[in-house]
């Protein structure tokens, strides 16, 4: 296990957080569907991990998601892990004519952060912050599947994540 510092390792954390979240993520073909239709259930996904120093480590994440509100609100918790690490993430996002918005926690280590976006023709951009932190990213769900990919200038450059419905 690699031993990071305190900064390095917050970081990290809220890094995969921030790419956890975006894998709760379900943009519609139709711009007419509800943000959030069809993603209830338990999925789950690997991706990998690539930091400032070029190591790679490859990441395994289990979801489960409630969907309510007319399915434009995602309540979820989710589990990932990697060699170096583990987390636990809980989520709560809104959708709003194309506008989506929510907070996040991780509970074992009380960060929270916020994500904020729009979706447009079936793809999403936001911007997700946490104190110290901030990363962009870009979400595709096509029925079964979800691809997401996040960059940042801190600590970890990009992470890529695929989930799948299980």
């Known amino acids: ?6 900064a390095e390792f ?9 790419s956890a979240l ?8 139709s711009a007419q569907s509800p943000a959030f239709t069809g993603l209830a259930g338990s ?25 309510s509100g007319g399915e434009s609100r995602l309540l979820q918790s989710l589990r990932c892990a990697s060699d170096s690490y583990r987390f636990d993430l809980s989520s709560d996002l809104v959708s709003r004519q194309g506008t989506i918005a929510g907070s996040w926690s991780e509970t074992s280590r009380g960060i ?9 023709g079936g793809s999403i951009s936001a911007v997700v912050d946490a104190p110290g932190f901030s990363a962009s990213l870009s979400v595709s769900t096509r029925g079964d599947r979800q691809s997401f990919s996040i960059t ?9 994540i695929s989930m799948s419905r299980i």
């Open 1 to 6: 296990m690699k031993n990071f510092s305190f």
């Open 10 to 18: 917050a970081s990290i954390r809220a890094f995969v957080l921030a």
């Open 22 to 29: 975006l894998a709760l993520i379900s943009i519609p073909a």
């Open 43 to 67: 999925w789950a996904g690997s991706g990998t991990i690539l930091l400032s120093d070029g190591s790679k480590e490859r990441l395994r994440c289990k979801a489960t998601y409630q969907v």
């Open 112 to 120: 929270t952060g916020s994500l904020a976006g729009r979706e447009q």
């Open 152 to 160: 940042s200038e801190s600590e970890i450059r990009n992470v890529n």
